[in-house]
């Protein structure tokens, strides 16, 4: 039976790092590489990333022609604290994801608003010579976890993004 991410079975838990669950049922952001096409020598572990991801519209007016309108997506690392650029707001599916480390949602939704207000603000600036700020408005957002494949290999250990299918070798 899968464990839900806030109960208190957690076999290690820390505030800072995550908590490893056994077995944990989530939002994820359906992946493109599963866990069992990762290619290993040992085990395959997994990491749950908190984002949330909105859909924003930037309104921009300008003088003597109708306003222009651009949507973005920004996609908040609630554990890094930071706001990318995204191509889509993902469909999200429900998962049990076995032997995982689920990494805390460090940033609080009020804060994942400003921050991805504060950047799209940003990118508009840097795209379009203003005469007044731009309106922006939050069209939809979800909240779900990216999962990242930590894999055992004899040339050293790696980490594979399960959207991407992206490698980075892990450094001890």
Request: with cysteine; charged share 35%.
């Given at each position: 039976?899968?464990?839900n991410?806030?109960?208190s079975?957690?076999?290690?838990?820390?505030?800072?790092?995550?908590?490893?669950?056994?077995s944990?049922?989530?939002?994820?952001?359906?992946?493109?590489?599963?866990?069992?096409?990762?290619?290993?020598?040992?085990r395959?572990?997994?990491?749950?990333y908190?984002?949330?991801?909105?859909?924003?519209?930037?309104?921009?007016?300008?003088?003597?022609?109708?306003?222009?309108?651009?949507?973005?997506?920004?996609?908040?690392?609630?554990?890094r604290?930071l706001?990318?650029?995204?191509?889509?707001?993902?469909?999200?599916?429900?998962?049990?994801?076995?032997?995982?480390?689920?990494?805390?949602?460090?940033?609080?939704?009020?804060?994942?608003?400003?921050?991805?207000?504060?950047?799209?603000?940003?990118?508009?600036?840097?795209?379009?010579?203003?005469?007044?700020?731009?309106?922006?408005?939050?069209?939809?957002?979800?909240?779900?976890?990216?999962?990242?494949?930590?894999?055992?290999?004899?040339?050293g250990?790696?980490?594979?993004?399960s959207?991407?299918?992206?490698?980075?070798?892990?450094?001890?």
């Amino acid at each position: 039976m899968a464990a839900n991410p806030t109960d208190s079975d957690a076999r290690a838990p820390d505030a800072r790092t995550g908590t490893r669950r056994e077995s944990a049922t989530l939002d994820v952001i359906p992946p493109q590489v599963e866990r069992d096409d990762v290619e290993a020598d040992g085990r395959v572990g997994a990491v749950a990333y908190p984002y949330r991801i909105y859909e924003a519209s930037a309104t921009v007016g300008r003088a003597f022609l109708s306003d222009r309108e651009v949507t973005y997506v920004a996609s908040v690392d609630r554990a890094r604290r930071l706001v990318l650029r995204a191509d889509v707001v993902p469909d999200v599916d429900s998962r049990d994801v076995a032997d995982v480390l689920v990494l805390p949602a460090d940033l609080p939704a009020e804060l994942c608003r400003e921050r991805a207000h504060d950047t799209v603000f940003g990118w508009t600036t840097r795209k379009f010579a203003l005469a007044s700020a731009p309106d922006i408005t939050f069209e939809r957002h979800v909240d779900a976890r990216k999962l990242f494949w930590l894999a055992e290999r004899d040339g050293g250990d790696v980490i594979v993004d399960s959207v991407t299918g992206d490698e980075s070798r892990l450094d001890a």
